[in-house]
């Protein structure tokens, strides 16, 4: 069964510039979550899709946002990117349910310069 | 708003010393409990989770955790710590039925040889 996939596994944009960035979860996995990990924040959360629509939603400003697709692919986009933006974005799939744990992929280490 | 915290940011131990990482978390609720570990350039990846049941788990690589209803706790043990568990651990909260997982700011382990 193949992992969660992220791409691109790097990515390097300059400040000011918009950055999209894909997941693909688990096969027959309906949710997908996003997160940003930095040295200094450790993971801080900032959405959560199930079903193509947002179910959550972190303290992020709308400069990110994201979609779910129909085959549960999902994006995120980042918009007037700034040097604080730089981290690692990592996604997570998980089935439904209330009881569920998440699998994560290796992620997309992003650089804005 | 739910939160999770732990309370050491990097812990540095012997090998065969035992390790016992703080987690905490603030809701009142029905929670799911999770210890992730993510090793050096590697994703993270599941420890061992709680979700009802006796509260004390026992999960992958001898590690084991105690849930405290009492003390909103769970804390991650392990009794003898091996060169191979220098890694950074996180505790994260998964509370409701939206699958909004929360993550602790994660505790840097390593473990001298």
């Not at chain 1, 799939?93 to 992620?107: C, D, I, M, P, Y």
């Not at chain 2, 001898?62 to 849930?67: D, K, L, N």
Request: overall charge positive; proline content about 4%; some cysteine.
């Amino acid at each position: 069964k193949a992992g969660v996939t992220q791409t691109p596994r790097y990515l390097i944009k300059t400040r000011g510039q918009q950055v999209t960035l894909s997941c693909s979860p688990i096969s027959g996995h309906r949710s997908v979550s996003w997160y940003q990990q930095t040295p200094g924040q450790g993971l801080q959360f900032l959405f959560e899709y199930f079903s193509e629509t947002q179910r959550n939603k972190g303290n992020f400003p709308g400069r990110f946002s994201g979609r779910q697709f129909s085959n549960s692919r999902s994006e995120m986009n980042v918009s007037t990117l700034e040097l604080g933006d730089s981290a690692l974005y990592l996604c997570a799939s998980s089935s439904q349910g209330t009881v569920t744990e998440a699998f994560f992929g290796q992620g997309t280490r992003l650089t804005v310069v | 708003a739910q939160s999770v915290s732990q309370h050491n940011h990097h812990v540095i131990l012997s090998e065969a010393a035992s390790l016992e990482l703080g987690c905490n978390y603030s809701y009142g609720g029905t929670v799911n409990l999770f210890w992730y570990v993510q090793y050096p350039g590697q994703h993270l990846q599941l420890l061992l989770k709680y979700f009802s049941g006796d509260p004390l788990v026992k999960g992958i690589k001898g590690f084991e955790a105690e849930f405290i209803k009492s003390k909103f706790s769970f804390n991650l043990r392990k009794p003898s710590v091996q060169w191979s568990d220098t890694a950074e651990y996180f505790c994260a909260v998964n509370a409701g039925a939206n699958n909004d997982m929360r993550f602790g700011a994660g505790t840097r382990l390593t473990v001298k040889p």
